[in-house]
Structures are given as C-alpha cells and as structure tokens.
C-alpha cells in the first residue's frame, strides 16, 4: 500500500498508533464546531438510472431504504493492492439506514453519548466495533425483534430478523448504488468536497447527517463524515477473485473493516471501494476514536421496519 501523509488509517497498524498524529488533540476536549448550512434538497444525480427508494421509518423512528438485490464488481484493479481482484458480487435485497446513526439514536437506545462533536443531528462518533453491534442488538430488542449478535462471543446470526452491521459486499454495494465509478458522484476527485465531509473542508469535526447531497440511492454520507464499520473481519486481500453470492468477509482476523473515509482523510479514502481494518475494541482512552461510525442494516425477508 502506498500510504498518503494525509490518510487516517494504516493496514496492519493499530489505530493507537496511526491516529495519533491527526488526533492527538482529542484528549483535551474539542471546540465547537461552527454552524452548519441548510441540508440539501432532493437525491443526488451520480449517473446511476435507478430511482432512489423511498424510505421506511422503523419502530424506533430511524430512518431506513430496501435496496433490491442485484450484482455488481466489487473493488478496483486500478487502486490499492487490498481492493484486488476485482470480483463479482451477487447480493440478495436487505434495508440500510439512510444515515449514520446519530447521536439522538444512540443515546436514546443506549443511555449514553460517547461522542466527541456532540450534537443529536451529528453521527455518534468514538465508537468501537463491539459498542456499535451493541446498538445494532438493543434497537433490534425495542422493536421486539431477534438480536443478531450473540451477546458472549459477538458472533452474527445472520437468519435473525433484527439488525446488524452491513457486510462488506452489502456496504460497497450501497455505496455504489448502482455505479461504476471511483465515487458513486463520479471519477473527478475535484468534486468530492461538494459531495463529502473530508479533511478539506470539514473543519476538523463531523458534521449534522443530511448535509450533502445523498447517493443515488438516497444514502448520505457514504463518503466521509464518518468511517463507519462493516461486519467482516479485515484481509489484506479479497481471497479470490470468484464470484460470490452475500459473501461475509473472513472467519477470523485481528481487525474489523472499515469503509467510506472520514472528517479527517483526503479523497481518496473516501473512495467506493477503499478498504480500511481497525481493532473492533479500543484500550486507551486517551486516544480519541472520533473517526468512526456506523449504520445498520436488516433482513430483506424479514417484516418491514
């Protein structure tokens, strides 16, 4: 890999150690962020023709989008060495959250706010793997509804109709919505500043969901904001460059993936198909985790939201 001195993450190391430089300042509290403007109005145009689904409130007022099943190649011959082979992928269809989880959400379900950028429009931010399948299991019980995650090994139960983290392969898929391209808005990384939260623009902080224009599948921030876990423990490589159909990622591994970019990564991180793998459980709380988030996901074939 051909690390940027603006990337937030580094395959093989511990955040611990490669945040350290962009977040050092998170053990002192952070400023308030400066106000934002007025969300966008209508779904993005990214030069995907499918009409973006309508969205579905959930029992516990979140908002969610069935996205059909289909096919599609996942990772890019063209980029790092951990997004080759490029594969196809078939997925079956399954509901996504149209944003981040925020901080309403979590605190409202779990009792608690760990965010460093507080506010209940903002995406929960410094939250670890094991916190957000915590979240995924208690949204799933309020709405009487079976827990995915096994509450003494985490393993997912991917035939329970409650929520869980979107696998890797469902991720890209959503983020591409239906695209080819580097961004699901395009190739040109000139444009991802209007399209996404990164380092160039985001003032050093998240910002409110809703504030860029969305995917063509009506999904907001899918590129930057937040990085937002994914289900599968991470590989330095696909396993092979086969077809799969709803692929799950490795059976075991050290780090959990990471997908879109964040507030604190250049453009390139924030890419469809760029991967990043973090440890799912974080030791030292003097380094802030304000990178990460997350969004779940739920059964296609189970009773509607």
């Not at 901080?103 to 507080?118: D, K, V, Y």
């Not at 983020?175 to 985001?202: I, M, Q, V």
């Not at 904001?225 to 799950?248: F, I, K, M, Q, V």
């Amino acid at each position: 890999m051909n690390a940027s001195p603006n990337m937030m993450f580094v395959k093989h190391v511990p955040a611990t150690l490669v945040c350290f430089g962009l977040l050092v300042g998170g053990c002192a509290p952070g400023d308030r962020p400066p106000t934002d403007g007025p969300p966008p109005q209508g779904p993005s145009s990214a030069g995907a023709s499918q009409t973006a689904p309508q969205p579905i409130t959930t029992k516990t007022g979140v908002e969610m989008v069935l996205l059909p099943a289909g096919e599609f190649v996942m990772g890019d011959d063209r980029a790092e060495d951990d997004e080759k082979p490029p594969h196809r992928v078939r997925l079956s269809p399954f509901s996504i959250d149209v944003t981040e989880v925020t901080q309403e959400s979590f605190e409202r379900l779990m009792g608690r706010n760990p965010s460093r950028f507080t506010g209940a429009d903002r995406p929960v931010d410094q939250v670890s793997w094991h916190d957000a399948v915590q979240y995924c299991n208690m949204r799933s019980l309020r709405e009487g509804l079976s827990p995915c995650y096994d509450p003494a090994t985490l393993e997912c139960d991917f035939d329970a109709d409650g929520y869980r983290l979107p696998t890797e392969a469902e991720w890209e898929y959503a983020c591409r919505a239906g695209t080819t391209t580097s961004w699901s808005f395009g190739d040109d990384p000139g444009r991802a500043a209007r399209h996404a939260w990164l380092k160039e623009n985001a003032n050093g902080t998240t910002h409110p969901v809703r504030r860029k224009p969305p995917n063509p599948w009506g999904l907001y921030d899918v590129h930057g904001n937040l990085a937002e876990w994914c289900n599968d423990y991470y590989a330095e490589t696909y396993e092979s460059g086969d077809e799969a159909t709803d692929p799950r990622g490795p059976a075991e591994g050290d780090a959990r993936v990471v997908r879109g970019g964040c507030w604190a990564t250049g453009a390139d991180r924030s890419r469809s198909s760029a991967r990043d793998g973090e440890s799912p459980a974080f030791v030292d709380v003097c380094f802030r985790r304000d990178a990460y988030g997350f969004r779940c996901v739920r059964r296609a074939d189970a009773d509607a939201p």
